[in-house]
């Protein structure tokens, strides 16, 4: 039904029967290798893993299964059940960690390839699937249905990197970490657009599947958040630090102190790798923001907190997509899906109305907390402070600046650019 090759090895292939075996076949030889046996009804699809550490194969059969193997050492070593008819396609992505399944009940399964629990279900209403394919290189699946096809991108475009103060910049490249640094190539000069000429120092492989990596603000310690986990290392060697489980990480302005989010509900708040507080916010966490104060955004609205007494500072009625903070915590840019606001954080009145002006606060915290400064009609992609200066890339891939409430726009890009934060 299916063959496909080793994409470690291009002198060996594996094929698909509805004999219900996959057998492993070298080119010249008319005889299988090994024959690997355990499906009840026949075998339709297959497809290799192409990382270098597992020897795996995964199968799609008439039982509605598709099985995991190590063909190595000839063994079924998990199989994903779920789909409601025959599975007809099966896919090991080449760079994400994930394990697309594809069935004629018109539905394609994610699973996560180290754990193997099921992300998502896509459903696109195009009756049966029947084909399954990537870009080696990117994120981009197609789907290929009996009513026509459909081409979706999978996780997000801002890889995983950090830059400290320093000028070192960290990175992920699938499950490996890698460093380079921009001081090292000295004061030669660099025409705009050329690539720069780094050398890059490979720091080790993660135990996670990086989504996220951030520097803490001294640059002495970086977390990698992924998977449901967070790793907090080394910069300098890697070396691990403290670890947990989290669905996001963010770091303080203090680089003592950082928070997570544990589901939906609870944010935890840790000093020196230990923790000292847990609250709930009265309206959930959906997504979690570092930087001066600590802001969790529930379903319609942006609420910032006190790191150290996790008090109600300000609560705002808007659905941030991101915020970024200046170095000096003054100022504040929120973005959201049409305009970004400039805000400017008034320190004293918080002080002040919680040491002695206590009636003066509301449900919603300190109204004297925020000054918005600036409103403007723009999608902010990725940001960066420098000064009183916020730097972005808009979403027709422009590199502005904006200061004293002008828009200057700097370049055109010709493809995506992400900022690092310091």
Not at 78 to 99: K, R, W
Not at 185 to 204: H, W, Y
Request: proline content about 3%; aromatic content about 12%; hydrophobic content about 35%.
């Amino acid at each position: 039904m299916q063959v496909v090759f080793n994409p470690k090895d291009s002198n060996t292939f594996a094929s698909a029967s509805l004999d219900r075996t996959i057998k492993v076949w070298q080119l010249g030889s008319a005889t299988p290798n090994f024959t690997l046996e355990g499906h009840n009804k026949g075998v339709n699809c297959v497809d290799y893993f192409h990382g270098g550490d597992k020897p795996y194969i995964i199968s799609g059969d008439d039982d509605r299964l598709a099985k995991i193997w190590d063909y190595q050492n000839k063994t079924c070593i998990h199989t994903l059940d779920g789909h409601g008819q025959n599975v007809s396609a099966v896919a090991f992505h080449p760079t994400l960690p994930i394990i697309l399944t594809g069935s004629e009940d018109g539905t394609v399964r994610v699973w996560h390839a180290n754990t193997y629990r099921l992300e998502t279900t896509l459903n696109y209403g195009l009756e049966r699937v029947w084909s399954i394919s990537y870009l080696k290189s990117g994120n981009t699946i197609a789907i290929g249905y009996d009513e026509g096809s459909a081409v979706i991108k999978l996780g997000r475009e801002e890889p995983a990197m950090s830059m400290d103060s320093n000028g070192k910049i960290l990175w992920a490249r699938h499950s490996e970490i890698q460093q380079a640094n921009l001081k090292s190539m000295g004061d030669s000069e660099i025409q705009d657009g050329e690539r720069l000429p780094l050398a890059v120092k490979d720091m080790g492989a993660c135990e996670i599947y990086p989504q996220t990596i951030m520097h803490n603000p001294n640059g002495r310690f970086v977390c990698v958040c992924g998977d449901g986990e967070y790793i907090i290392y080394t910069a300098m060697a890697l070396r691990n630090k403290s670890y947990g489980s989290a669905q996001e990480f963010v770091w303080a302005n203090d680089s003592s102190q950082y928070a997570i989010r544990d589901g939906s509900t609870t944010v935890r708040i840790f000093k020196n790798f230990k923790e000292k507080k847990s609250f709930k916010p009265d309206y959930g966490a959906e997504n979690i923001f570092g930087g001066a104060l600590l802001g969790v955004r529930a379903s319609n609205s942006l609420s910032f907190y006190d790191w150290e007494s996790t008090e109600l500072v300000r609560r705002i009625e808007i659905n941030p997509k991101n915020i970024w903070w200046s170095d000096n915590g003054e100022l504040l840019c929120i973005s959201g899906d049409e305009s970004f606001f400039i805000l400017k954080y008034n320190q004293e009145a918080v002080t002040q109305c919680f040491e002695s002006n206590r009636e003066a606060m509301t449900e919603d915290g300190v109204e004297d907390a925020f000054e918005v400064l600036h409103e403007i009609e723009d999608v902010v992609k990725t940001g960066i402070w420098v000064g009183d200066c916020f730097i972005y890339t808009n979403s027709v891939n422009r590199l502005n600046y904006f200061v004293g409430g002008e828009i200057v726009t700097v370049s055109h890009l010709d493809r995506f650019v992400s900022f690092f934060d310091e």
